[in-house]
């Protein structure tokens, strides 16, 4: 009998392109068809074909809490019955501002959006206003929502301009992006040393999630920081994945590096459409309607999402919320490594807060080049017998895991013994 997944996604490749509404959902670098799913509760959510599993992506971060946490849906379900949107100011968005304001201490003034792909392009694009420069820094491996200034890979040299990753993307326009590699603060200095004055913003993830989880280097985020300073660019955390996931700080409290802009979204939208941009105050004076760089969005700062985002930060402010997440997280990895190491596997995990990464590779690669060499078709073999086995893990081996406050205990061991039976018939 056809199962109800492989219906729907026969159908849904008709109406929407690849039957799906974001490329990474569609199972290309796994193989295989997606899965859809109808209902979400906790760690768990359903296929449709009602089958159960432990959900390792959580929507890609934002369910810090799991699925429908009940205060975040409560929260919904009384804000939406005043009105969905008014197009204009409420106190919530007030509220929310003050929060966030209150939570990352380098945000002194911040605008809601509706994606991290709004807040990056509007803190890009920002960022060039302030200085009245072109040139933008990013490093490959980092992904940061699909502007344009922002799909683009390394040009053939360390030092040559960017080229689009992507088809539609005007090579003028990928001509203003130069794109190093994450960790090098060598090839950082030089493109400094080479374009300086030139540059008005580096965008970073201050842990690199989108090429599997990469951590910084040490000496990595300060130089950022101090080449930053030293040539009047705007250094951009890009947060949006590791802001309240890593901590309550954010990844900028945990290395202690101050940015002049950070975009947030994921968490602080607790699953619903909401991200931020945010900073020094007389970068942000620059926004309209008081400064020349506009910026704008319908739906920016809606209620409903506003009140999601809301319940869920308080959630997080709960004591020990961080200590208690992260030692699940590292429960999960370090059981997951014990269990293929002692099966002979070439395999290694690392988890920062309640985000994760697993590699099939000796060590943890801290680098684009290194993780391009782990062995993507071990991790696929893995993905599909744990996704077999109703554990789902993200649907490739370049991106992050997530784990929720609601992880139980016997989530993790459950999915240790399954990935050691798995190991044990490598
Ligand atoms: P959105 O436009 O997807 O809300 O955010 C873009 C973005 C910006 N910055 C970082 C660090 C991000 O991780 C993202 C989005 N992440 C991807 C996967 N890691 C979302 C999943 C998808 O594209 O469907």
């Not at 509220?95 to 991290?116: D, F, M, Y």
């Not at 990469?214 to 994945?241: H, W, Y």
């Not at 760089?293 to 319940?311: D, E, F, I, M, R």
């Not at 943890?364 to 599909?384: G, I, L, W, Y």
């Amino acid at each position: 009998m056809t199962s109800r997944n492989h219906q729907l996604f026969e159908e849904s490749q008709h109406y929407i392109p690849g039957g799906v509404n974001s490329p990474v959902r569609a199972f290309k670098s796994v193989g295989g068809e997606p899965v859809f799913f109808q209902r979400g509760e906790g760690a768990y959510f359903w296929d449709a074909d009602g089958k159960q599993y432990i959900d390792y992506v959580g929507s890609w971060g934002p369910l810090i809490l799991g699925h429908a946490h009940p205060e975040v849906v409560r929260a919904v379900q009384s804000t939406a019955q005043n009105g969905l949107t008014f197009g204009a100011p409420t106190a919530s968005e007030l509220e929310i501002a003050k929060l966030i304001c209150q939570l990352v201490p380098s945000i002194e003034q911040v605008r809601l959006v509706s994606s991290g792909t709004e807040a990056g392009m509007s803190a890009i694009r920002l960022a060039r206003g302030y200085t009245g420069r072109s040139k933008i820094i990013k490093f490959e491996g980092c992904y940061h929502g699909h502007d344009d200034s922002l799909l683009v890979k390394a040009g053939s040299g360390a030092l040559t301009f960017g080229n689009p990753s992507s088809a539609g993307v005007p090579a003028e326009t990928a001509g203003h992006t130069i794109v190093l590699d994450y960790n090098d603060v060598n090839g950082l200095e030089e493109a400094f040393n080479r374009w300086g004055k030139e540059i008005a913003a580096v965008i970073v993830e201050p842990v690199a999630g989108n090429m599997n989880l990469i951590a910084p280097k040490p000496e990595f985020l300060g130089g950022l920081r101090n080449l930053c300073t030293q040539n009047n660019s705007v250094l951009i955390f890009d947060e949006v994945m590791t802001g309240f996931r890593v901590g309550l700080g954010c990844a900028q409290a945990l290395y202690q590096i101050k940015p002049d802009m950070t975009i947030l979204g994921k968490v602080i939208g607790g699953g619903m459409p909401m991200a931020a941009f945010g900073g020094r105050r007389d970068i942000m004076q620059c926004l309209a309607p008081l400064g020349p760089v506009y910026q704008a969005g319908t739906l920016s700062g809606n209620p409903v999402a506003v009140a999601a985002g809301l319940a869920t930060l308080k959630q997080v402010q709960q004591p020990d919320f961080y200590e208690v997440l992260s030692e699940k997280t590292r429960q999960l990895v370090e059981g997951l490594s014990a269990s293929a190491k002692s099966h002979g596997i070439d395999f290694s995990a690392q988890s920062i807060g309640g985000m994760f990464g697993i590699y099939f590779s000796k060590q943890s690669p801290t680098s684009f080049s290194e993780v391009m060499q782990c062995d993507k078709d071990a991790f696929n073999r893995f993905f599909h017998a744990m996704l077999d086995e109703g554990i789902y893990f993200a649907p490739s081996a370049f991106e992050a895991g997530f784990v929720s406050i609601v992880h139980s205990d016997s989530d993790i061991e459950k999915t240790l013994m399954t990935s050691n039976k798995i190991f044990k018939n490598w």
